[in-house]
């Protein structure tokens, strides 16, 4: 079982940055591929960047390509989402999610773990 915490959400102005991380608990974090999640007030929750479990695959949604990055460092068991060029619309509550041996896949119903959720807020 994985235990994902993340950290790191706030609120900015437009054009910020910030870098969220998630940390998992268990001594297998490398075997997991991990995603970013967001679900802004009154949508469906969406893909934003994932990251295959060997760390060789990496995609983005297309609303976040260029902007964002997702790494992975497995030695301290965490997976960042540095987030630049801030935009309004990336106001969202954002998940991060492990999927077992996966590619980093955008369909959410690949992982079996996921986190709390952090709110970042971006304002005009």
């Known amino acids: 079982q994985v235990q994902l915490v993340e950290s790191g959400g706030g609120l900015v102005q437009a054009g910020d940055s910030l870098r969220l991380s998630c940390a998992a608990s268990?001594?297998?974090?490398?075997?997991?591929?991990m995603g970013w999640f967001r679900q802004a007030p009154g949508k469906e929750r969406e893909f934003v960047a994932g990251?295959?479990?060997?760390?060789?695959?990496?995609y983005y949604a297309d609303s976040v390509k260029g902007r964002f990055t997702i790494s992975r460092d497995n030695t301290k068991n965490t997976v960042y989402l540095q987030m630049n060029s801030l935009k309004p619309e990336d106001t969202a509550v954002y998940y991060c999610?492990?999927?077992?041996?996966?590619?980093?896949?955008?369909?959410?119903?690949?992982?079996?773990?996921w986190g709390q959720g952090t709110q970042v807020t971006v304002s005009s």
């Open positions: 268990g001594r297998t974090f490398s075997s997991y591929a």
């Open positions: 990251i295959s479990w060997e760390g060789g695959r990496i």
């Open positions: 999610a492990a999927d077992l041996y996966g590619n980093g896949s955008p369909n959410e119903r690949t992982y079996r773990y």
